[in-house]
């Protein structure tokens, strides 16, 4: 036999009560200190890529152009590496936004993937898991570059010159 029990009023929460309870315990965020670390530390992401570029442009005799793709390749060989030896889990904890956003934050995370699923195999475990979080981004890059040479392509035949 169910017994019928009164609600308390004081135990209703709403919502809002809620957000407004829960935002008590939750840590204040330092947005100028955020914003700073991720400024540096992606500056300093991009520096290095600066001084790569320049590397293969004085001893291999790249040009502007022909030296980007081995800048990029070594700056994800840098990232893949430090993400192996747990080094660039913690700049990411530091600098937020500014690891994550270089080409360095793509190579990671398809790194971390792979490295946490090894041990379910190659093809299951690093194959199947290590485009889960990075699949996303480069489905967008994919879309999101063939609309913009649709919208070139389009411009050029209404105004050609």
Known sequence: MATKTKQDPDLKMTKALYQQHAAKYQPQRNVLLNSWRAFW??????LLGQVIQKFYMSVFDFTDKTAGNPTVATLIFISVLLTGFGVYD??????GAGSAVPVTGFANSIASAAIEHRSEGYVLGVGG?????AGSVIVFGVVAAFVAALI????????PG
């Open 129 to 133: 898991n290590m485009f889960k979080l």
């Open 90 to 95: 913690n700049i990411g904890q530091y600098a």
């Open 152 to 159: 070139k392509t389009l411009m050029r035949m209404i105004w």
């Open 41 to 46: 530390v992606g500056g300093t992401i991009c």
